[in-house]
């Protein structure tokens, strides 16, 4: 006799088990808050971003009405902004949200499958594959996949808001309006969300709603994902990028697109072979030609017996149109990341609960076969669970990150540059001199390895070496400022001012958004003693970069030794303001004050300077200890 589970009982259950989901996910990643940020990306969208740090009105404008690293995604920027200033441990907090946000997909996505498929079971088999798959462990442990979880996030609630608008339109009209509401949102945080007009036309096909008007309502939100689409697109090839990798054709692109959609589609069944970068191949062989060949046929095959496999085919139509969506505007050299399926897989993952469902309602009158395939499922669930575990430790740091790369493609040049910068920034300079060599060896052409070795030995003394170096760089690519600038500060260093004036000419007509290229020169006009040109170019350096107080800083002194005090004084006001901390900058604003005859000021300064560390003369101090008593003295005799 079979024990039949209620609905009711059944859905309880599957919300406990989603609670066991959710504890083992957070458990499996809890140590990712120890995790460093890695090379590249990170860089541009979080370390070196000045736009995160310290939030204002100023800068919420900025994010919105700029793009980063090529893309525009300010919700998911803003979103690095908000972790900042609510979490002070840095990059932990960036870490942890991170982790947050896939707990919270988690639970959504359960609840979109529930509400789909009318099954818990569905759910809690579609929600953990969901939260273990190793697939996702790049998108939870490298922080700058913040736009597909928080995109994901957006089209996850876009989908289920409409899914309870399409089964009572007449009623729940306020679910649409949340649904475009969430529509738009993720549209500012991932362009991934072009595609939730064509997904919520196959809920209406799962739900059988009238095709016909089910399109005309969503007129108005396909307009705007077209629009989008455009503005991507524009913002996409327009993306300035220092890569010196050679990108393939339009063609080749196609081609390596259908590779990766099958190289993920066979992931997602046989969860191995993870890299977190997988570079274009130089070649197209004829495993790539076969691979490809397969999946067009599968394709095919599928649009041929569309109506008898629906499901099917609906989950591999919105698995290859969203990746098409992330490969299009994703920029950079690799044909794929791990993190680029986390939301593609989600048909996949639903698909997978559906048969799950089927398996035991078609071998129900075979005994013992429930407990059987569920087991089967357990292993398979577990295995998942422990590759994920194992797999985000490869996020700790970019070292560990780049050897994995190097040792499943060691004749890729750009692993061993993005090693080579990991020795270099911790100060290991002759493995980073390899690393370096070593791609160089692999792509001759590799400008930036140029540029940065110089750097290496301009750091050691070697300024001859650098020289040689940076203009290495520059025979390869005469377009890239950065070995002009290097190239000016050596010769400004050797004191060949006129000609390091030059280089620098240069670096700033080749990168006039670049602050640090008008704050060397700026420092180079001070040498030459042409102090109004200086401030001028200091001037430029904080309006590109209004939040780094070395430009204020040195913009003060220029001040200073043009007497013009008071100048100097809100320079050095604005860099407190950014360092409190800083002793020497409340020494520097005491001088400030006090050659404008304002000693109390310059004494209660003096005082913060040496309570911070810095070596104040006590002569100094009690110098404008008299003097604030004498210029009171009158005061108190008038009084008097």
Not at 142 to 166: D, E, N, P
Not at 479 to 506: C, S, T, V, W
Not at 540 to 548: E, G, H, V
Not at 551 to 563: H, Q, S, V
């Amino acid at each position: 006799m079979k024990m039949k589970i209620s609905f009711k009982n059944e859905n309880l259950l599957a919300w406990l088990c989603l609670a066991f989901i959710v504890l083992a996910t957070a458990a499996i990643y809890s140590s990712v808050g120890s995790f460093s940020w890695i090379l590249g990306s990170d860089q541009e969208l979080l370390i070196e971003n000045a736009t995160v740090h310290q939030l204002t009105g100023n800068k919420f404008f900025d994010i919105f009405l700029g793009t980063t690293a090529g893309r525009y995604e300010p919700l998911a920027v803003l979103s690095y902004a908000v972790d900042i200033a609510v979490w002070p441990s840095g990059v932990r907090g960036v870490h942890m949200m991170n982790l947050i946000l896939h707990l919270l997909n988690v639970i959504v996505f359960f609840r979109l499958v529930q509400v789909l498929s009318r099954s818990g079971r569905v759910a809690v088999v579609a929600a953990t594959l969901f939260a273990l798959h190793p697939a996702n462990a790049e998108a939870v442990a490298w922080i700058s996949a913040r736009s597909q979880l928080l995109g994901t996030f957006f089209l996850l609630l876009a989908l289920l808001s409409y899914a309870y608008y399409a089964d009572h339109s007449y009623l729940k009209k306020r679910y649409f309006r949340m649904s475009v509401f969430f529509f738009v949102a993720g549209l500012f945080s991932n362009p991934l969300l072009i595609i939730f007009p064509l997904a919520a036309i196959i809920l209406d096909m799962m739900k059988g709603r009238d095709i016909g008007p089910a399109i005309k309502e969503k007129y108005a939100v396909a307009a705007l994902s077209l629009i989008w689409f455009i503005i991507m697109l524009i913002i996409s090839m327009n993306a300035t990028t220092e890569s010196h990798e050679s990108l393939p054709g339009t063609l080749l692109s196609l081609v390596y697109y259908v590779y990766a959609s099958a190289l993920l589609l066979i992931r997602f069944v046989v969860p191995v072979g993870y890299v977190a970068f997988h570079p274009f191949p130089g070649d197209v062989t004829l495993v790539i030609a076969v691979v490809v060949v397969i999946l067009m046929l599968a394709v095919a095959a599928l649009w041929r017996w569309r109506k008898k496999f629906e499901q099917a085919f609906a989950a591999i139509l919105y698995f290859l149109l969203s990746y098409m969506l992330i490969y299009i505007f994703s920029p950079g050299a690799a044909m794929v990341h791990d993190s680029h399926a986390y939301a593609p897989y989600l048909s996949l993952f639903f698909l997978s609960g559906l048969f799950f469902r089927y398996l035991l309602d078609e071998l129900s009158s075979y005994r013992y076969s429930a407990v059987i395939i569920s087991l089967i499922l357990t292993v398979f669930v577990i295995l998942l669970a422990l590759t994920s575990y194992e797999r985000k430790n490869t996020y700790k740091d970019s070292g560990r990150l780049w050897t994995e790369v190097i040792g499943a493609y060691p004749d890729h040049h750009r692993a061993f540059f993005m090693r080579g910068d990991y020795w270099a920034m911790n100060g290991a300079y002759e493995k980073a001199k390899f690393d370096y060599q070593q791609c160089l060896k692999r792509n001759p052409h590799a400008f930036m390895a140029m540029n940065n070795l110089g750097l290496i030995y301009m750091e050691e003394g070697d300024l001859r070496q650098a020289l040689k170096e940076f203009n290495r760089a520059i025979e390869q690519n005469d377009r890239f400022y950065k070995p002009f600038l290097n190239k000016g500060i050596i010769l400004m260093r050797l004191g060949n001012f006129d000609q390091a004036l030059d280089e620098m000419n240069r670096a700033a007509s080749m990168a006039p958004g670049q602050a640090l290229v008008f704050y060397n020169r700026g420092l180079l006009k001070e040498r030459l003693n042409a102090l109004p040109e200086a401030i001028e170019d200091f001037t430029t350096a904080i309006r590109l970069d209004p939040y780094r107080l070395i430009f204020y800083k040195d913009r003060g002194k220029a001040y200073g030794w043009m007497n013009n005090f008071s100048f100097a004084e809100r320079d050095y006001s604005k860099a407190i303001e950014l360092d409190p901390g800083n002793a020497e900058l409340w020494f520097r604003r005491s001088l400030a004050r006090t050659s404008q005859d304002n000693f109390k000021g310059g004494l209660e300064d003096a005082l913060m300077a040496k309570k911070l560390g810095f070596p104040v003369e006590e002569e100094y101090i009690r110098g404008l200890a008299r003097q604030v008593v004498e210029k009171d003295l009158p005061e108190v005799n008038q009084e008097k």
